[in-house]
């Protein structure tokens, strides 16, 4: 017999208070990032073709965040009784491998070194002990899937036409994958949010990421303005 992997489709639809969520987060992210640049492009200078030191350092993040996911997901699956999720979320760790040693490749050919770059204090506030320390399926796919995923698709698309051109077609490869993840997120917290305090707490751990990506980002955008002078 063959198995083929679980599958998400675009098409797929999900509850109501799913789409809620994600309407209040881009209606956040709209605030926190009101001029047209987006996330990690605040600047005129982000609007052209990146500088070398602008790239590494968004490479260096994007590194460090893809490596942080392999860690904390599957610190998940010791706790996920919901055996779909824990399969999908064992695809979503092969990707985020997969994302982790292609960037860690244009890094190094960068001539940098993925160990010698220190990440933020709201950066590590945000990725390592946010995400490393969500209770249960429910809130972890809520954070990372719906809210994570959904912020990164959207800084993705709004910075890869200033990269390199070998590094924005990585970044062409990597992106349907986090579409994947944030599908997955949509799909789980459609079929295991049954009553509404289980949607409450979605939202409520969805838009506390909004509230730590958007410090993160601020305060990232500020270290990357001091490199264009
Ligand atoms: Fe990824
Ligand atoms: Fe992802």
Redesign the pocket.
């Given at each position: 017999m063959h198995f083929t992997p679980m599958q998400t489709s675009p098409d797929e639809t999900w509850a109501t208070f799913v789409q809620d969520i994600e309407a209040e987060l881009d209606a956040h992210r709209d605030r926190a990032f009101s001029d047209a640049s987006q996330a990690f492009a605040a600047t005129e200078a982000a609007r052209q073709p990146w500088s070398r030191a602008r790239v590494i350092e968004w490479l260096s993040f994007q590194t460090y965040y893809?490596y942080q996911?392999i860690l904390f997901i599957s610190k998940w699956l010791q706790s996920t009784p919901e055996t779909d999720a824990l399969v999908l979320l064992c695809q979503q760790i092969e990707?985020?491998g997969n994302?982790f040693n292609w960037l860690n490749q244009h890094l190094e050919q960068l001539g940098a070194r993925l160990s010698e770059w220190t990440p933020l204090p709201e950066i590590v506030d945000w990725v390592e002990s946010f995400y490393g320390s969500l209770p249960d399926t429910i809130a972890r796919l809520a954070a990372h899937n719906l809210a994570g995923e959904s912020g990164a698709c959207r800084s993705f698309s709004s910075i890869v036409p200033f990269l390199p051109d070998d590094l924005q077609k990585t970044m062409r490869r990597?992106m349907p994958?986090?579409q994947f993840h944030l599908r997955l997120g949509r799909r789980i917290l459609s079929k295991y949010c049954t009553t509404d305090e289980q949607r409450d707490r979605a939202r409520h751990y969805a838009l506390e990421v909004a509230e730590l990506e958007t410090r993160a980002i601020q305060a990232f955008n500020r270290k990357l303005a001091t490199l264009e002078n």
């Open positions: 893809e996911a990707d985020e994302h990597i994958d986090e």
